[in-house]
């Protein structure tokens, strides 16, 4: 506003003081009105939304900074330059913490004071237009927001910045180091990022270390030689030779144990291994991606994962949002794979009817897109129809209140029978188990996310419960 009139309101209970700065502004232009109480000057910023407000701190009804903090808390932007003739530090961080543009004490120089206000006009002007162009900014992107980037379906804010961050960082060498809950995409993320690179003519070689026993990661990471170990009847490469020249994404590396972790940083370091039972280095290129639904920096403060192999694959993060914070993706993506799934199946569903969209827009999506997947797959092999009724949702979705949040129980008075079926605690944590690979898919590591146990361990009581019984008597 350098240079143009504005409105400006001064607040000025002395006649001669009032008249002071009056005189001094008059050769710039601006229209000036004056009012002499605090009162007068709320009703009057209220009525002419001033550009400026010259306010002094002394009023005969109440204090000049109430009527700043009233001022800024009905969300005022005129520049407001407080004026007081008793000037102290403490007041005038006092006035700038309640929302004041400047500070003026008296009294004041002719120069000071228009410098002080054009000043402050400048500033709000700047203010002005930066939100001004940040609005054009965001409906640009929204008239270019892409319903989906490589594979991934969603056009909410956070998965474009999704979007933007793959393909800003794909044609580097640089480690990616993806996190988020099971469900959300990761592997996915890893294959954007693979095939936006210039590797993408190469391999992509997928290990998930959280389902491979502990004894056998080695092997599967960097291969063996023939005889090794007991049942190595031949010599296998790892997915560090597979992925040679291509991309090596490592998911749910945070259950790679400790003593392996030191050989993965070797690798990653020198670009070199050795297989299992071999006797000579093998170097290859390849781009890590690793990824995780724990939050990496928490396991090496826990002396889970080493430190200084975060460090090596910690360069460029990619944080995958949940399904619960992305808004109407949630029926973008059941949309497409309600679609999908009624060509694989040959039936006639096409569309959702408004119940249904609700419950799933209502639904918080504990598995994620994974969880969307399966229900949306359920609902088209059980039921045909040309739109999915509530009623052909599972039951959890129409339980759930507006994002998740389970109904309120009606009010009865007859006693409130147990929740759950008591039973001895082993058979509880069995069924418990298998209900969790039920509803993942058979997913070991997403069913552990959910019950927030080690895959190991599901592992372990699945072979247990296989296992030969024992004889009775």
């Known amino acids: 506003m350098s240079g143009s009139a504005g409105r400006v309101l001064l607040v000025e209970d002395t006649p001669t003081q009032a008249e002071v700065a009056r005189s001094h502004l008059r050769e710039l232009g601006h229209e000036i009105r004056t009012v002499e109480t605090a009162t007068e000057a709320l009703a009057q910023a209220r009525a002419w939304d001033p550009d400026a407000i010259l306010l002094d701190l002394e009023l005969p009804d109440f204090s000049g900074l109430e009527v700043l903090r009233t001022l800024r808390a009905e969300g005022f932007e005129a520049a407001v330059i407080v004026i007081t003739a008793n000037a102290s530090m403490n007041t005038a961080v006092e006035v700038m913490r309640a929302g004041a543009t400047d500070f003026l004490p008296k009294p004041y120089p002719k120069a000071k004071l228009v410098f002080t206000l054009q000043n402050a006009m400048e500033k709000r002007a700047l203010v002005i237009e930066k939100r001004a162009l940040e609005t054009e900014l965001q409906a640009a992107r929204a008239l270019t927001a892409r319903p989906g980037f490589m594979g991934f379906i969603g056009a ?16 580097s060498r640089a480690s990616i180091f993806i996190t988020g809950e099971s469900g959300t995409g990761k592997e996915l993320a890893a294959e954007a990022v693979h095939r936006a690179s210039p590797r993408a003519g190469r391999p992509f070689v997928a290990l998930n270390c959280g389902a491979i026993p502990r004894d056998l990661l080695e092997s599967e990471i960097f291969g063996h030689v023939k005889g090794a170990f007991t049942g190595a009847t ?8 597979q992925a040679d020249g291509g991309t090596l994404f490592l998911d749910e590396i945070g259950e790679m144990p400790l003593e392996m972790q030191v050989k993965l940083l070797r690798f990653v370091q020198t670009g070199s291994f050795q297989p299992v039972g071999g006797s000579r280095p093998e170097r290859v290129d390849v781009r890590f991606v690793c990824a995780t639904n724990r939050d990496p920096l928490a396991e090496v403060e826990a002396g889970r994962f080493r430190e200084d192999l975060y460090y090596r694959l910690y360069v460029v993060p990619i944080e995958l949002p949940p399904l619960r914070t992305r808004g109407a993706d949630a029926l973008l993506v059941a949309r497409a794979f309600l679609a999908q799934f009624s060509r694989e199946e040959r039936k006639r569903f096409r569309r959702f009817s408004p119940e249904a969209e609700a419950a799933i827009l209502g639904y918080p999506w504990p598995g994620n897109v994974r969880q969307l997947q399966n229900v949306v797959r359920n609902v088209v092999v059980l039921h045909d129809g040309g739109q999915v009724e509530a009623a052909m949702l599972p039951a959890p979705l129409l339980r759930a209140g507006p994002r998740g949040a389970a109904a309120a129980p009606a009010a009865s008075a007859e006693p409130v029978p147990p929740a759950v079926e008591i039973m001895p605690l082993a058979e509880m944590e069995r069924r418990l ?3 969790a690979l039920e509803q993942t898919g058979q997913d070991v590591p997403q069913a552990a996310s959910l019950l927030e146990i080690n895959p190991s361990t599901i592992y372990r009581k699945l072979q247990a419960w296989r296992g030969p019984k024992r004889a009775a008597g």
């Open 156 to 171: 909410s804010p956070a998965m474009q910045a999704v979007y933007r961050t793959i393909e800003s960082v794909a044609s």
């Open 433 to 435: 188990i298998l209900a």
């Open 234 to 241: 031949e010599s296998r490469a790892g997915a560090a030779r």
